[in-house]
């Protein structure tokens, strides 16, 4: 009994919209009280997402939306983790804006 896999949405805390929860960045506080990037996007713990994108991370930093979304400061650490990460991901899709919204066409793969 295969089911097709639904995508699982969450929100971006720098544009605020609704994202396939792969597109976006994880930062986890876990329950420890450290607040990590999940690269995995499994840890346990209270989550917060943004997309990798420079725009939404820079609004999400400046207008504390990460800390606001887990409840806990966020180390520099982290954020640099986490530009790191986008920076990379610029390089690998250097013109991908919103134009991939075809969520319909899921390939089955093996
Ligand atoms: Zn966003």
């Keep these: ?7 699982p949405m ?3 805390v720098g544009c ?9 960045l994880r930062i986890v506080r876990n329950q420890q009280g450290e607040v990590k990037w999940d690269p995995v996007g499994k840890a346990p713990g209270r989550g917060a997402y943004v997309c990798r994108s420079r725009a939404c991370f820079t ?3 400046k207008a504390k939306q990460l800390q606001r979304a ?3 400061p966020v180390e520099e650490s982290v ?3 986490l530009l790191e990460e986008i920076a990379a991901h610029e390089q690998t899709n250097p013109e991908e804006e919103a134009t991939t919204s075809q969520a319909g066409k ?5």
């Design 10 to 12: 969450r929100m971006c």
């Design 16 to 24: 605020r919209e609704m994202k396939p929860k792969r597109e976006l």
């Design 70 to 72: 887990l409840e806990h």
């Design 59 to 61: 609004r999400a930093v």
């Design 79 to 81: 954020f640099e983790k």
């Design 106 to 110: 899921s390939p089955c793969r093996p």
């Design 1 to 7: 009994m295969l089911k097709p896999r639904k995508v």
